[in-house]
């Protein structure tokens, strides 16, 4: 089985998931999905579920689309694209159920901050095309990242941590990627 790398601009806007994955499910997404360790691991674990990956680097996608050839799951699809245009383009409103986005690009000089994905704007598209009492999980080890990150979503009226604290560094269960 082959898995097609679809991409943004090729795609009818707003996207029919149940039509591009040939069933109705909740929608999950994983934003940046990098070699596809995560997504494959996930699409394993939640068969009941469509996944969504969304990637902007060609090789990533291509090794994404070969593990998921490779373990045969069928739940997935993967896109070529920036995350805010696809949700903003590609996903109606309150169609997503989870999201995932595991360390994202950190942009550590000063002059490069401005393209760190997670900031206000971006968490308020998230939220509207999130389902109500949707998931967000956010996974960075950048000290600096983890700061900005926290301090975007104790500001944000959209998203309340599901722990004590709006962090922790304990990864816990979760599994562990080479961009960790």
Not at 14 to 33: C, H, K, Q, T, Y
Not at 65 to 81: D, E, P
Request: glycine residues 6%; contains cysteine.
């Amino acid at each position: 089985m082959t898995v097609d790398i679809l991409h943004l601009a090729r795609l009818p806007w707003p996207v029919s998931w149940p039509d591009l994955f040939n069933r109705d499910a909740p929608l999950l997404l994983e934003i940046g999905f990098g070699g596809g360790q995560f997504l494959v691991d996930w699409a394993q674990s939640r068969p009941d579920c469509n996944l969504l990956g969304l990637e902007i680097s060609l090789p990533s996608l291509r090794r994404g689309a070969k593990k998921l050839s490779t373990t045969g799951v069928t739940n997935t699809r993967i896109i070529q694209g920036e995350s805010q245009k696809v949700l903003w383009l590609l996903c109606r409103p309150q169609s997503i159920r989870e999201v995932a986005i595991k360390f994202p690009d950190p942009w550590p000089k000063a002059t490069h901050h401005r393209r760190r994905l997670i900031n206000e704007k971006f968490l308020h598209l998230l939220a509207t095309r999130m389902e109500e009492g949707g998931l967000l999980d956010v996974a960075t080890d950048h000290t600096d990242y983890a700061a900005e990150i926290t301090r975007c979503l104790l500001q944000s009226p959209y998203f309340d941590s599901r722990l004590d604290k709006p962090f922790t560094f304990e990864a816990g269960a979760r599994l562990r990627t080479k961009y960790e």
